[in-house]
């Protein structure tokens, strides 16, 4: 890595990976006018305000100083003319017009350059002095001339004119006209007294006047500086609230109040030239998606106050652990989107600018590792938490920030799904998939409506006499191209993207058409199960709506098992107990899908109102050799009898296996021994049956 020059990375807009500070401008902090002289005077060692004083006044003083310049050309050439016309042939009116004349053509001509106003106080300062050597030489030939230059008061006013000049035109900062008009005074005098002609008399008395002149100029001069500055206080002060407003409202938009650090927005806008540098340089760039754990837990236990701390606390380190050109911005997503909230897990990225290598990457998603994994105190207690890290590269993995987003994101997910507290680098494979299912999503919003799905029935059977006792509906896929799709494949996809519900509407009705279709053919009528999705305990309407339907179909309410599964009823006990007991109070049949597999405590499950408990598959797989899983298929057995539940065991495959569970008391089975998940037509044939001979009885009973 090389260093890279925040400011190239950054816009002057916005300070880097901070936001700027709330008193920017607190350096001119403004105050009440009592105290202003006191200020004004201080405001002097205040360059910068002392800029913006003159440049807020320069550009007034700048045309006033043209017109009056273009004013002086025109008086004097007009002075000429009329002297011209009255005494023809005096010399010294021509010495005004080829002296005074180019000095007032050159000042105009500065005042046009369009850099002039940079140093407009000390140029019109010199200016004004050298008018007046001007006039004091032009004076002095006139006298020497046999006229009257010095000697008159016509040339004494010259003067006082001009130290009002200098005081008018220079108005803007006091100091320049003050330097200018004591140049002007000490030039006067000296010709004054210097100046062989004059009698000491008359020189004291001129002497008198022009110093008056100066103090009375300099008085009016200072107290309009005074003035301006008065006015000049109290329009910065509002200019100042205005952009400190400004600035507020930037840093609301483009920073996280909580860190302080930019927003994803400001990311992207601080991202897109390092990127179009690195593309041009051939550098590259990491984008690290820094997904910290637990902090969620933090907020709920300790509140959101300690959350924040403990977020600004982790910017901080974070931020601790990058160079000066690398941008960390944090996301937090709670912020972003109200339904992602309840993850309550907070990001961070990070742009890592001009790798030379991606095993540089590495070294800083591990420092970052390192340092969140710092303990952190909460409260009074010290807690540790975890960070993952996805890692993805320009150019390689994507082409802009979207992209290198997304990417990193799914790179961090891949860490946090590994246990966290590791950094995984973006894999396109993985990509690959990503986009796989992307494609299989939108087909299986289109299957829905399409008529591509089915249901396959699976016996349940009394295993000591093969005698179907109900059947479970399985959902199947009837793909166009890729043939029949296992639910393992799309139900876990439909229940990411929300299509779980219209899946689970269509598999009802399904199973219900088939429930009057069996019905109507006189065919024995056997409980169907259908397997229901965590979501739908969450739906308050469930029982209603099945209610609804098992009526629209003429069907009593027993017809129908509903497969719930341990870990989705015991994700929220308080309701759910609530909503199945509805449900069952309905006549519903209530089945505990792939018991042993969740956590559910014991006594939670005497609180399920449940009719039936089915044994995980991967307990009855080992069953039958002895051992563990024997015992705990045993103990599962006794368990739901003492509790009055129908036991059903699943993925029965072997003789052995449906011996072993027949002499531990459970006889319903379910499995390929009797059957695979039949089509309709076949499972029809089964019902007509009534049992299902398996190659070799297994009934011992
Ligand atoms: P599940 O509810 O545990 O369904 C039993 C699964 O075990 C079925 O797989 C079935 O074909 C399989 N099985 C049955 N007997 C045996 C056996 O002896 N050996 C083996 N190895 N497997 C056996 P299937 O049909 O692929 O379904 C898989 C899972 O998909 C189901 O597990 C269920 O969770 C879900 N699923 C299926 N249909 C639906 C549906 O309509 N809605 C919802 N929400 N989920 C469904
Ligand atoms: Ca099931
Ligand atoms: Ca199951």
Redesign the pocket.
Known sequence: MTGVAPAAVASDAYPLMRAPEAKTLGAHDTGAAATLPLRLRLRFSDVAYELRFVKHYVDFYFRYAQVSLILGVLLIAGDYLVDRIAHTGVPANLLRLTMAMPVLLVGLGYSLLPKARGHWQPVMASFIATVALCLIGILVRIDNEGGTGLKSWVGILNFTFLEFYCFVILGVQFRYALASGLVIMAAFLYALWGYAGLPTQQAGYWSYHVVTAFILAAGIGWWREFLLRKEFVARAALDDSRVAAEQRALRLAHYDEVTGLPNRRLLADLAAPALERSRRSGARCAMLHVEIGRLSGINDVYGRGQGDMVLAGIAQRLRSCIRGGDLAVVNPLAQELGVVARFGDSAFSILITDLDDQARASVVAQRLLEAVAQPITVGSQAMVLSASIGIAMFPGDAQDMVGLTRCAEQAARVAVDAGGAQHSFFDMALNARAKDRVVLETELRHAIQAGQLC??Y?PKVDARNGRLVGA?????WQHPERGLI???HF?PL??ESGL?TP??DW?LHA?CKSLRRWSDLGLPTLPL?????AS?LADAQLPQQLEGLVRHYHLHTSCLML?L?ETMVMRDVATTVGVLDTLRALGFGLSL??FGTGYSSLSHLKRLPMNEL?I??AF??DAARGGRDAALAAAIITLGGELGLQVVA????TKEQSAFLIGRGCALQ????FS??VPQAAFEQMLKAGAIRTADAVATA
């Open positions: 249901l396959h699976q479970e509906a399985l959902v199947r296992p639910p393992g139900i439909a229940e779980i899946l689970t598999v199973a199960s259908v397997n229901l999705p739908s497969e599964t899908d792939d089915k995980d598959r009855i797989t699943e993925g029965v495959e379910q499995g390929y021994l695979k998940p």
